[in-house]
């Protein structure tokens, strides 16, 4: 009985090292969504008002998405581009100060959560890397450190967000290790990339 199950057990693995994935190839271009910034939680803002120094501050965005300045207790941040949280922050202040003229500066990019990539498995440090206009697979595995000494990175996946997590191949070992550039691919905000354990 242990033999068997012992037979078993090696019959499938060696299936599944065996195996190909039967996903498409990920595509080398796509079309870049709107390169207007989005401000996350976690985002350092410089907040700068014209003419008032003892306005002017330095506030991190809280998780919840809110920032809190002096004279504005409470304004929604996450999801809104650093221009159209100014003119905010000068509707509230206007109730106070006369013509306010509100400057935002975002520093510490995080960007809004649902645009970061997440990459997930055998990278060396796997974590949610915020995403950049003209990103691809490469600028990704270098901010991840690259790939552990046990991951099969021929057989990691790309998870598209964007078109209702449509899995494509994505060939990391022939990027990283062989310097084959045909194996980059570009990203999209909300990528999930998978990498999996080699068994041998």
């Not at 037979?7 to 190839?25: F, H, Q």
């Not at 581009?81 to 500066?105: G, T, Y």
Request: hydrophobic share 40%; glycine share 8%; charged share 20%.
């Amino acid at each position: 009985m242990l033999r068997s199950l012992c037979a078993l057990a090696i019959g499938v693995a060696l299936v599944a090292c065996g195996t190909t994935s039967t996903y498409p190839p990920a595509p080398k271009l796509v079309d870049q969504p709107n390169p207007r910034y989005k401000i996350g939680p976690l985002d350092t803002l410089n907040i700068v008002v014209w003419r008032h120094p003892e306005l002017s501050t330095t506030v991190t965005v809280r998780p919840d998405g809110y920032a809190s300045m002096p004279l504005v207790e409470d304004i929604q941040a996450a999801g809104r581009s650093p221009a159209e949280l100014s003119r905010d922050v000068e509707a509230q202040l206007a109730k106070l100060i006369r013509e306010p003229v509100v400057s935002i500066i975002v520093g510490g990019f995080q960007g809004v959560y649902s645009d970061q990539i997440r990459i997930v498995g055998e990278a060396a440090k796997p974590q949610s890397v915020p995403y950049r206009q003209n990103m691809t697979i490469l600028d990704v595995l270098i901010q991840v450190g690259g790939l552990t000494d046990f991951a099969d990175g021929n057989k990691a996946v790309l998870v598209r967000g964007s078109e209702g997590g449509k899995q494509y191949t994505i060939r990391l070992a022939d990027l990283l290790r062989r310097g084959d550039i045909s194996a980059n691919a570009a990203v999209l905000p909300g990528d999930i990339v998978i990498i999996p354990q080699g068994w041998f």
